[in-house]
């Protein structure tokens, strides 16, 4: 009988390790999404810079050669 409370006891610890560990995972991947939408619009962000500096740098050498 004892053996059986000891195994009972060991599941019980095991599902709740699980579910504790299933939220996490959960909460992590929201974070990882997150993370995912900053580093893109950061991209973006990045893009637009580059174009804006390409631009200029393309007006300036037209100003020059006139």
Do not use: C, P, V, W
């Amino acid at each position: 009988m004892e053996i059986i409370e000891t195994l009972n006891t060991k599941i019980d610890k095991l599902l709740h390790d699980y579910e504790r560990l299933k939220l996490e995972n959960q909460s992590l991947k929201q974070e990882l999404e997150s993370l995912q939408n900053d580093n893109d619009e950061l991209s973006r962000n990045n893009q637009d810079m580059f174009l804006r500096i390409d631009s200029t740098l393309t007006l300036i050498k037209a100003q020059k050669g006139e």
